[in-house]
């Protein structure tokens, strides 16, 4: 069974910067892609970033030249550094997990990341 299981979140001022963590367990062999979206009340959840097993990285407009995406394949882990944050970026932040060969997406729980202006 495939677990994500995120960490790193937390206040910070406008300006600062953060790092989220997300480990996975349980996944099998074979290409994927790791990412990070985001949801606000009342609003869907959107894409943030994405990288693949190959490190092909993508991003949404608003945190491109901010925020980096990396992970390390040995641990089965996906970060995002998140610099020059706006109280816009704040929201809950999941990590994500699309397994290629069996078109399965998988979640963790969310990490609450709140930016103060």
């Known amino acids: 069974q495939v677990q994500l299981v995120e960490s790193g979140g937390g206040l910070v001022q406008a300006g600062g910067s953060l790092t989220l963590s997300c480990a996975a367990s349980?996944?099998?062999?074979?290409?994927?892609?790791m990412g990070w979206y985001r949801q606000t009340p009342g609003n869907q959840r959107e894409s943030v970033a994405s990288?693949?097993?190959?490190?092909?990285?993508n991003y949404a407009d608003s945190v491109k030249d901010r925020f980096i995406i990396s992970r390390d394949n040995g641990k089965n882990t996906v970060y995002l550094q998140m610099n020059s944050l706006k109280p816009e970026d704040t929201a809950v932040y999941y990590c994500?997990?699309?397994?290629?060969?069996?078109?399965?997406?998988?979640w963790g729980q969310g990490t609450q990341v709140t930016v103060s202006s």
């Open positions: 349980g996944i099998s062999c074979g290409t994927n892609v």
């Open positions: 994500n997990l699309f397994a290629i060969a069996s078109l399965k997406n998988f």
């Open positions: 990288i693949t097993t190959g490190g092909r990285t």
